[in-house]
T-cell receptor
Framework: AQSVTQPDIHITVSEGASLELRCNYSYGATPYLFWYVQSPGQGLQLLLKYFSGDTLVQGIKGFEAEFKRSQSSFNLRKPSVHWSDAAEYFCAVGAAGGSYIPTFGRGTSLIVHP | DTAVSQTPKYLVTQMGNDKSIKCEQNLGHDTMYWYKQDSKKFLKIMFSYNNKELIINETVPNRFSPKSPDKAHLNLHINSLELGDSAVYFC?????????????FGPGTRLTVL
């Protein structure tokens, strides 16, 4: 079965600073990888996803993520954080074949200081 | 137009009561899901329906019963509510239920059991 680890429960950055949120996955084959964002009081929204091809994926709101097979990682980055980026970020993995049971990480809460 | 809607947004009730949460999607998707998000933000899938048929039923007490009258609706009925059922419940949909699909989430229903 696949699993996802987000090692950071909280991350605090200053507005305008760069951001990297970590995600490690465990799965035997190449997984489908996702990053979702949850603003306060809202449902989750897809930022970006990866399955194959270029390992650097561009998403909405200026986010990007890089798939590194050797490190089983799919870290999310943004060069300059805005106050409106304060939210909960979830990494998720999907596995092809059989019944699809999406697995989400526990989430990383991003706090942005002015 | 709201893509995935849930009602009610908040639900406060006493232990032992029975309650329902309704979900509707207007995206034309074939697959719908129910997730439970606990107080630590951990998101766990409960059920998945594809074209009105149950395809995923995770380890959930049988007090929880999903019902899908058509592929645009997936309701969740909970019998004999317990304190531990307090959580935010999210409905989601995806085009076909495949591992590559983006999931579209509703705004959530915050259930508080007193």
């Amino acid at each position: 079965a696949q699993s996802v680890t987000q090692p950071d429960i909280h991350i605090t950055v200053s507005e305008g600073a760069s951001l990297e949120l970590r995600c490690n996955y465990s799965y035997g084959a190449t997984p489908y990888l996702f990053w979702y964002v949850q603003s306060p009081g809202q449902g989750l929204q897809l930022l970006l996803k990866y399955f194959s091809g270029d390992t650097l994926v561009q998403g909405i709101k200026g986010f990007e993520a890089e798939f590194k097979r050797s490190q089983s990682s799919f870290n999310l980055r943004k060069p300059s954080v805005h106050w409106s980026d304060a939210a909960e970020y979830f990494c998720a993995v999907g596995a092809a074949g059989g019944s699809y049971i999406p697995t989400f990480g526990r989430g990383t809460s991003l706090i942005v200081h002015p | 137009d709201t893509a995935v809607s849930q009602t009610p947004k908040y639900l406060v009730t006493q232990m032992g009561n029975d309650k329902s949460i309704k979900c509707e999607q207007n995206l034309g998707h074939d697959t719908m899901y129910w997730y439970k998000q606990d107080s630590k933000k951990f998101l766990k899938i409960m059920f998945s329906y594809n074209n009105k048929e149950l395809i995923i039923n995770e380890t959930v007490p049988n007090r929880f019963s999903p019902k899908s009258p058509d592929k645009a609706h997936l309701n969740l009925h909970i019998n004999s509510l317990e304190l531990g059922d307090s959580a935010v419940y999210f409905c989601a949909s995806s085009p076909s239920g495949g591992a590559w699909d983006t999931q579209y989430f509703g705004p959530g229903t915050r259930l508080t059991v007193l």
